[in-house]
């Protein structure tokens, strides 16, 4: 008896041509869900929805555009994954909101606060951690 079912769900996996991305919509596939495959690599997004039996969206979660192509194409999923992402090395406050949203310099109430640059001085750090 599986306890874990996913049967009637569809799932959409942001980040699913490769490593984590792509075990999660194995298992979530293996579970019963209808699976979509979402990532910028379009060939590979492909086999790996042929061989799970799931559908490949084609989405970058760094374009607007990309975002609004892919929510057309598809109906609101069960379940939403998010294992896309970018890898920037360096401590959160230390971002610029250009880093963290290229495409909403225009938008700032849209942005993580406070950036590096939001800091006033009298800002005490978090969990106990000293200023950098």
């Known amino acids: 008896m599986n306890t874990f ?3 009637g769900k569809t799932a959409l996996v942001a980040g699913a041509s ?15 869900a ?3 495959l979402a990532a910028r690599s379009k060939d590979a997004l492909e086999a790996h929805a042929a061989e799970i ?5 084609v989405l970058d979660v760094a374009d607007p555009q990309s975002i609004a192509t892919a929510v057309a194409a ?8 998010n294992v896309a992402g970018i890898n920037l090395r360096k401590r959160a406050e230390e971002f610029t909101r250009e880093e ?4 909403t310099r225009d938008q700032p109430e849209r942005n993580l606060q406070p950036h590096a640059e939001d800091r006033r001085p009298d800002d005490r750090p978090r969990n106990g951690r000293k200023d950098h």
């Open 34 to 36: 209808s699976v979509i």
């Open 5 to 7: 079912s996913l049967v």
């Open 53 to 57: 039996g799931g559908r490949a969206l």
């Open 18 to 32: 490769r490593g984590i991305g792509l075990e999660i919509a194995r298992h979530m596939a293996a579970a019963g």
């Open 100 to 103: 963290l949203r290229p495409d």
């Open 74 to 81: 598809i109906e609101t999923p069960d379940i939403l994954v």
